[in-house]
């Protein structure tokens, strides 16, 4: 089985929100795609790369809301591209996502909030500086 599901978000580490705006308003309800993503040979995710006209990143430092986690979204595509995250350490997945997905207006803004998060996680698997990261949705 090969499944394919929409994102309304998706983070640089491979999860995904498929259900809730800014973690709050729904959306689309999860149906089925949680049991077809886990129980997936492939399960992919698609999103456009930009929302909002371009005024915001489909791809975010972490999404608002988890509807499905990096353990079971094995490719990620957006217009700009295809990443296979199969196999990779979060920092692989981080790489990956910003260079195959992410739309080239966010691209170094990814970039440069990836860098800042290794450099003050202090060697975590999945660097996070939450006040930063945050910030993506706040300024909505």
């Known amino acids: 089985l090969i499944t394919m599901n ?3 978000e ?4 491979g999860n995904i929100n498929s259900t809730h705006i800014l973690a709050s308003s729904m959306m689309n309800g999860i149906g089925g795609s949680g ?8 399960s992919i995710f698609m999103t456009p790369s930009l929302a909002k006209d ?7 430092p972490p999404v608002s809301h988890i509807d499905h986690n990096e353990h079971s979204v ?3 595509v957006s217009e700009q591209g295809l990443a296979d995250l199969r196999a990779k350490t979060p920092k692989q997945r981080a ?3 910003i260079e195959k997905c ?13 860098r800042h998060a290794q450099r003050v996680s202090f ?18």
Do not use: C
């Open 95 to 97: 790489e990956l996502i």
């Open 74 to 76: 094995q490719i990620m």
């Open 102 to 114: 992410v739309h080239p207006i966010y691209k170094d803004l990814l970039r440069d909030y990836f």
């Open 54 to 60: 371009g005024k915001i990143s489909s791809f975010v």
């Open 10 to 13: 998706a983070d640089i580490y």
């Open 35 to 42: 049991d077809f993503t886990r129980n997936a040979y492939i």
């Open 6 to 8: 929409t994102a309304l």
């Open 123 to 140: 060697g975590q698997d999945t660097p996070h500086d939450l006040k930063q990261a945050r910030s993506w949705h706040i300024r909505l």
